[in-house]
């Protein structure tokens, strides 16, 4: 596991640029991560992407009843 404490081994997706970044570079506001390499980073939209729509599925699940 990468020391975490540095921040430099971890990445992060800036939804303002649309860039990758080594470590917090930008604000918090704009950030996404960390992520353990930089392709996980790039791919940091599409993640949340997933996330989301497996968590809206869930709801839809719980609500009815399943």
Do not use: C, H, I
């Amino acid at each position: 596991m990468s020391n975490q404490d540095d921040g430099k081994s971890q990445f992060y997706f800036n939804t303002s640029t649309g860039e990758v970044e080594e470590g917090p570079q930008s604000s918090w506001e704009n950030r996404m991560g960390p992520y353990a390499t930089r392709a996980e980073a790039a791919r940091a939209l599409e993640t949340a992407k997933k996330r989301t729509e497996a968590w809206e599925e869930a709801d839809e699940d719980w609500r009815k009843g399943s």
